[in-house]
């Protein structure tokens, strides 16, 4: 009976001294990845948590070439959380990436840590970790057979003059084409009659907005000589009407083309017209619209005579 007490006796102190040592020393420590397959050069998230109790130090592992090992350490960071209730929390994470195709490993991570004052580590290591790593490059029947070297300029021989000259006679076609289509095409070169019937309606427009009787018979005037000096070759506009009158009755190629109605129709026009600009005689509405209208008579009637 008393061996048996003794016994359990000291099992209950061995098991006390065991909770006073984690309390005063007892870290939990995991590591993880964000992915356990992955591409060449893709980044890997390897999250390591140390959580420990008050008066507890930790020392963070340092990595030789920022290198764990098949993998590189692309960038990396830490934070501490310290909960109302329980130990604090480390949390390390580092972003890591592999180049080479393949079954890799983590390896276990040391980290130290001792009660703060104290001069002795103690240290605890995670789990290995395994990442799979996949080529880029197609795989099986769709892998190049061979890398081909770079090829170098082509040589004058190498060139298919033929396919150069076509395309160049090809674009000198297709210059000449818009240039064909797209220059600069004259106006058209109007008749003497038609000049002259579009200067009458002029003046007619221009005595519509001001009103000016003198400048209105000595516009249709000068539209009249104008339109026989380019016609029929006579300088009329810088002949008084006897002048005119008198070439007109000596001029044997005008003889010609004019009818006899028409060299009165234009001596009647054209002693009207000098009345007003120079009798200063005031004509009446309707002589006005006839005066245009005798203009415009003798033009029309004569243009195919020129």
Not at 12 to 41: K, N, P
Not at 47 to 69: H, M, N, Q, R, T
Not at 283 to 306: C, D, V
Request: hydrophobic residues 45%; aromatic residues 10%; positive net charge.
């Amino acid at each position: 009976m008393k061996r048996r007490a003794f016994l359990a006796a000291f099992v209950f102190l061995f098991f006390l001294c065991g909770i006073a040592q984690a309390e005063e020393y007892g870290t939990e420590i995991s590591a993880s990845v964000d992915r356990a397959t992955a591409l060449i050069g893709d980044r890997i998230k390897l999250s390591i948590d140390i959580e420990y109790k008050p008066g507890v130090e930790v020392a963070l592992p340092e990595f030789k070439d920022a290198k764990i090992g098949a993998f590189e350490i692309k960038d990396s960071g830490s934070k501490t959380l310290r909960p109302i209730i329980g130990g604090d929390l480390l949390k390390c994470w580092y972003f890591i990436a592999a180049y080479s195709p393949g079954d890799h490993q983590i390896p276990p991570i040391e980290i130290k840590y001792r009660k703060k004052g104290s001069k002795d580590w103690k240290v605890a290591q995670t789990k290995a970790l395994k990442i799979t790593i996949g080529s880029v490059l197609p795989s099986g029947k769709n892998m190049p057979a061979d890398i081909k070297d770079v090829k170098g300029p082509l040589g004058y021989f190498e060139i298919n003059w033929f396919l150069v000259l076509g395309a160049l006679i090809l674009l000198i076609a297709i210059a000449l084409f818009l240039m064909y289509k797209f220059r600069k095409r004259p106006a058209p070169i109007k008749l003497p009659h038609e000049t002259a019937l579009e200067e009458l309606e002029a003046v007619r427009g221009n005595f519509m907005r001001n009103s000016d009787i003198k400048e209105y018979y000595a516009g249709i005037s000068d539209c009249v000589r104008r339109y026989i000096e380019r016609s029929f070759k006579l300088k009329a506009p810088e002949m008084t009407t006897e002048e005119f009158l008198g070439s007109l009755r000596e001029s044997a190629a005008l003889s010609l083309v004019l009818t006899l109605d028409q060299k009165d129709l234009l001596k009647d026009f054209l002693n009207a017209c000098d009345l007003v600009k120079f009798a200063k005689y005031n004509p009446a509405k309707g002589e006005m619209e006839a005066i245009f209208l005798s203009a415009k008579k003798f033009i029309e009637e004569t243009k195919g005579a020129a």
